[in-house]
């Protein structure tokens, strides 16, 4: 399988990109993206590994993975992937990748009505 983000996605690590380089420098933006490539990768793999869970209180069908659970260090992680399947193949739509102390509800309306939109569409 396979994984893609949304723009609200791609938005979402952008921003983490640059927050993490100002606040704690090159190195460790680079290791942090490579965690949540980890993390996407890992949802690619399995996307209903038993460390994600149906987040249907959000929007139907949406599922979300800590990424704590790509890392080797409990605490060296602190945002969530949210995302849901689409297609035969079950392929991976990240939705948002937000921090943990965001509430997702708000943030994944739009992001939801437009994947939605972009699936009929094709």
């Given at each position: 399988?396979?994984?893609?983000?949304?723009?609200?996605?791609?938005?979402?690590l952008?921003e983490?990109?640059?927050?993490?380089?100002?606040?704690?420098?090159?190195?460790?933006?680079?290791?942090?993206?490579?965690l949540?490539?980890?993390?996407?990768?890992?949802l690619?793999e399995?996307?209903?590994?038993?460390?994600?869970?149906?987040?249907?209180?959000?929007?139907?069908?949406?599922?979300?993975m800590?990424?704590?659970?790509?890392?080797?260090?409990?605490?060296?992680?602190s945002?969530?992937?949210?995302?849901?399947?689409v297609?035969?193949?079950?392929?991976?739509?990240?939705?948002?990748?937000?921090?943990?102390?965001?509430?997702?509800?708000?943030?994944?309306?739009?992001?939801?009505r437009?994947?939605a939109?972009?699936?009929?569409?094709?």
């Amino acid at each position: 399988m396979v994984w893609r983000l949304t723009k609200e996605a791609e938005r979402d690590l952008t921003e983490i990109a640059r927050y993490t380089l100002g606040a704690f420098g090159a190195e460790q933006a680079m290791r942090y993206a490579s965690l949540i490539e980890k993390g996407l990768d890992m949802l690619a793999e399995a996307p209903l590994r038993p460390s994600s869970r149906a987040r249907d209180e959000l929007a139907p069908a949406v599922r979300s993975m800590h990424l704590s659970h790509a890392a080797k260090n409990r605490h060296a992680a602190s945002h969530i992937i949210y995302y849901h399947l689409v297609g035969d193949a079950h392929d991976v739509v990240v939705l948002r990748v937000l921090h943990e102390r965001m509430e997702p509800r708000t943030r994944l309306v739009d992001a939801v009505r437009r994947d939605a939109k972009q699936e009929r569409d094709k």
